[in-house]
């Protein structure tokens, strides 16, 4: 297991865009926990998939937003989310989670899945959730999900009040080996670090080894 303080947003970054074209053929579908809090929010002028990777879950989001905004740090993966999405309605951007280039209460309906768990150190990720609260409408919404220790693939105490960092292995198919940083969040903590951050909880539940959060604006 590694440490935080080794890797930097530039690592994840480059990751990414080393693994981007192969990463996005075996990620062709959005998870039903997107689907579900999507069809159960309220319509959106603007949505965002913040960490949207090839735009699997902007597509969701269409179904409730006049205009989809895909922000990843990857630009190898917004190439491919630009291949699948196309139209008028998304507008992608490159940018960084701890400093989003967009308004304040700008975003009416977000998703933040599969990301937050990446970024290297508490204070960024802290950051990024304060982010994420100041694009929020007072009346918008959002879910956010990461890996957790409750995962039946890492022998943790379910206990625990604070995760750990590791890496986790991808491999190319000409068997490049590209080891990818993540924060395993505790339960306890992943709940924590929301109600330090500027967003209001909603409700929070972990499942098949992901916790969920749906939070609301301020």
């Known amino acids: ?42 319509p ?6 913040l960490g949207c990777g090839n735009g699997r879950h902007a597509e969701v989001l269409r179904d409730r937003s006049e205009t989809v905004i895909g922000l990843d740090a990857s630009r190898n993966l917004l190439g491919e989310a630009r291949d699948r999405l196309g139209g008028e309605w998304s507008r992608l951007v490159q940018g960084d989670a701890g400093r989003l280039p967009l308004r304040t209460d700008s975003v009416g309906l977000a998703v933040y899945v599969a990301t937050l768990h990446h970024l290297p150190g508490r204070e960024l990720r802290q950051r ?10 007072p009346d918008g919404q959002a879910l956010v999900s990461v890996w957790s220790t409750a995962h039946d693939r ?7 009040e604070t995760g750990f960092d590791t890496t986790i292995d991808w491999t190319l198919p000409d068997e490049t080996v590209v080891p990818r940083f993540y924060h395993i969040y505790a339960p306890q903590e ?5 109600t330090a951050s500027g967003l209001q909880i909603e409700r929070v539940r972990v499942s098949s080894g992901n916790c969920y959060a749906v939070v609301n604006g301020t």
């Open 1 to 42: 297991m590694d440490s935080g303080e080794d890797y930097h947003a530039r690592d994840v970054r480059e990751t990414y865009e080393t693994i981007a074209e192969h990463f996005s053929e075996t990620r062709a579908h959005p998870w039903p926990e997107v689907e579900a809090f999507v069809s159960d929010a309220s």
């Open 44 to 49: 959106a002028h603007v949505g965002l998939d």
């Open 128 to 137: 990024s959730l304060d982010e994420l609260a100041r694009v929020l409408s």
């Open 154 to 160: 890492f022998d943790a105490d379910a206990d625990a």
């Open 190 to 194: 992943f709940e924590a670090d929301l």
